[in-house]
């Protein structure tokens, strides 16, 4: 790990190098405000140049066998899981995430990178014949291969620095592409020393431009920038709406925020949605984007679920990343004050606190709201924190409507020892993914994840992901 006074470098030009200007952002660990590391503020003519030697590279990459960079990207998930411990560190100070979610973050990275190169070896383009369609000629043969876009802009966020950010890259470069990765301000080092493993991996290092630097000086930037072939980010949805409006005819994934509600209906089984409904709201602080963020329960069993569910709440561990907490400080100040203030707005309008609202500066404990109406915010805002209330409702038509009528489209719970009826609810939820009995979450990585609405655009999951970095090239053979 860096001396508290070094500045990390960046990789810029094929080099390990700072800025020229040598500015400098501070990287401090949100629960102790330690100074972690300084990461070069790169300009964008910095960049320009950059990018230039990026789009080049990527020519001779693209010649390349599949073997031959898939095997790079094989050797870079063997260092990656060598090192869990020392990256995961790295992980838990820079964002507070708890010590064993942020090691199990390297190691799912890691796995992440292995299935990609697999499934992109089994990518084939196809050959067609001619005389296959009326009035065609078998004397016409059609090559139809995946030809890389070019050049990807990979942006990542400050949540899963590594995992979210890995898995734009890693699809990328296999299938012939070089990158751009813009790592999340709050989750820079743990980018940076990903791309080290990387480069030591044997990649070309001008395949990688990796964009340290404020979004407000250089994400316009980025994303407007001509060599960007195609744009993959994952963060809020705002930023999201932004970068797709200045996007043009240039694809783009997106993977923002959500509501997620977990439906509960007056069959489920109540110990077992509890514990989901508390493992999917809570982990991480809340702080992901398929935390489950709202309960709509039927009436005739909402007070035996709020039971439980209180129960489960007290017994997380509020404390320090360090100490394996369950519940701990959120990213910066804007972020606790925000939910802090949804908090406090619920309850003057009539919420009912069954646990928490207890604040520590940054360090929110597990909040748990009942009796909150469709009139407040936090109904339908996404907190991004450790809070979730409860929203009774007097029929599963009523809990459909409150789920469709959110701007958020990602997923949903049913729960329900019905699987007929969880089924029939599922097909009406205006969702990317509905989990029967079960949290919401990201994952199996290899299942399509997706989100509706104002939740994303494009679909992810590794044959998505592999197949969106690559466009169809036609060859016609004529004999």
Known sequence: MTTNTET????????????????T???KAPHNDELIGRVPSLSQNELNDSISKTVAAQ??????????????????????ESRKEELGATIMKEVAKKKSSAEGEVTRTADFIRYTVEEAYRLHGDALRGDSFKGGSKK?????????LGTILAIGPFNYPMNLSASKIAPALVMGNSVIFKPATQGAISGIKMVEALIEAGLPAELVTLATGRGSVIGDFLVQHPSVDMINFTGGTATGEHISKLSSMIPVVLELGGKDPAIVLEDADLDKAAKEIVAGAY?????????????????????????KIEAKVKDLKV????DN?????????????????????????????????KRDGRLLNATLLDNVTTEMRIAWEEPFGPVLP?????????????????????????FSNDTDRAMRIAEKLEVGTVQLNAKTERGPDHFPFLGVKSSGLGVQGITEALRSVVRDKVTVINM
Do not use: F, H
């Open 140 to 148: 016409k043969i059609g090559l139809a291969e995946k030809a890389p």
């Open 59 to 80: 020519e001779d990459w693209a010649t390349k066998s599949i073997q031959e960079r898939g095997s790079i990207l094989l050797k870079w998930a063997d260092i990656l």
């Open 325 to 357: 907490a369950d519940i701990t400080p959120l990213i910066d100040d804007k972020s606790a004050d925000y939910v802090q203030g949804l908090i406090d707005e619920a309850k003057e309008q009539g919420a009912t606190v069954v646990a928490g609202d």
């Open 390 to 414: 409860i929203i009774r409702v007097s029929s599963e038509e009523e809990a459909v409507r409150i789920a469709n009528d959110s701007e958020y489209g990602l997923q949903a719970s049913v």
């Open 8 to 23: 990390i470098k960046t990789l810029i030009n094929g080099q390990w190098a700072e800025s020229a200007s040598e500015a």
């Open 25 to 27: 952002i501070e990287i």
């Open 319 to 322: 404390g320090m990343p360090e």
């Open 283 to 307: 982990s991480y602080s809340g702080q992901r984007c398929t935390a489950i963020k709202r309960v709509l329960v039927k009436d005739e069993v909402a007070d035996e679920l709020v039971q």
